[in-house]
């Protein structure tokens, strides 16, 4: 795991795969780490950069300060891929990570090659 500050907190994520590869971002979900993502990896890592984060107060990421908000998790995600000089990715998310990747289809969809929206919804709770 690399661990660093991007966007307002130290986020933890690793990148796996093709360097080369288009990139897949798996966001996890709420109460997991990167690991969730791990069986994906032999599937995808030949062909495609596999970049798995924790979300901050997940794993092994920073406690966020203050409240967190969909919004705020989606610029997190941003701000990885400015990071990372990731210009567009397919995102895969699963619960929370689902409409992380909602939020950032919905609101940067230049920067979404393509979406899994799995276990999820528009409104969670």
């Not at 660093?4 to 994520?13: F, L, N, R």
């Not at 990421?61 to 397919?90: K, W, Y």
Request: net charge negative; with cysteine; glycine share 14%.
């Amino acid at each position: 795991m690399i661990r660093g500050a991007v966007g307002d907190t130290g986020i933890a994520y690793r990148v796996d795969g093709n360097r080369d590869g288009a990139p897949v971002v798996f966001v996890n979900s709420l109460g997991t780490d990167h690991r969730l993502w791990d069986r994906q990896l032999p599937a995808l890592s030949d062909e495609y950069r596999v970049i798995r984060y924790e979300s901050c107060g997940h794993g092994v990421s920073d406690v966020p300060n203050g409240r967190m908000t969909i919004q705020r998790f989606g610029e997190q995600l941003l701000a990885l891929l400015d990071h990372l000089e990731v210009d567009r990715a397919a995102v895969c998310g699963c619960s929370l990570g689902g409409a992380i990747a909602l939020g950032l289809s919905v609101h940067h969809p230049e920067r979404v090659a393509g979406a899994v929206l799995a276990n999820t919804g528009a409104k969670l709770g």
